[in-house]
């Protein structure tokens, strides 16, 4: 199973993007899905998970501007960025747990390659 991201690039403050990430390969199940995102000389930060039952959360940070959505049956999860800002200058990972196999006992991590995102002007 691999994570593919893709959608970062660069935007003007107030502009919108949109981050994919999918999984490949065969799955039984996708538990938890989440994006996190990291700045030069930050910690990474969890900006937004869902869980496979449709609970969806989203920090304070991006809170009414950042939307995170997901389709189990496409083994993908998107995460929409509206009024980006500066800050939100970063590189985003998504991040998927896993239950590969059914003879595991626990699901796996999974992290994607991240995806650069830059806000200026």
């Known amino acids: 199973v691999q994570l593919q991201a893709s959608g970062g690039g660069s935007a003007q403050p107030g502009g919108s993007l949109r981050l994919s990430c999918a999984a490949s390969?065969?799955?039984?199940?996708?538990?938890?899905m989440s994006w996190f995102r990291q700045s030069p000389g930050q910690e990474r930060e969890l900006i937004a998970d869902?869980?496979?039952?449709?609970?969806?959360r989203v920090a304070d940070s991006v809170r009414g501007r950042f939307t995170i959505s997901r389709d189990n049956a496409k083994k993908t999860q998107w995460l929409q960025m509206n009024d980006l800002k500066p800050e939100d200058t970063a590189v985003y990972y998504c991040?998927?747990?896993?239950?590969?196999?059914?003879?595991?006992?626990?699901?796996?991590?999974?992290w994607g390659k991240g995806t650069l995102v830059t806000v200026s002007s």
């Open positions: 390969g065969s799955v039984v199940s996708i538990n938890a």
């Open positions: 991040y998927m747990n896993i239950w590969v196999d059914p003879s595991d006992s626990i699901a796996q991590h999974f």
């Open positions: 869902s869980t496979r039952y449709g609970v969806l």
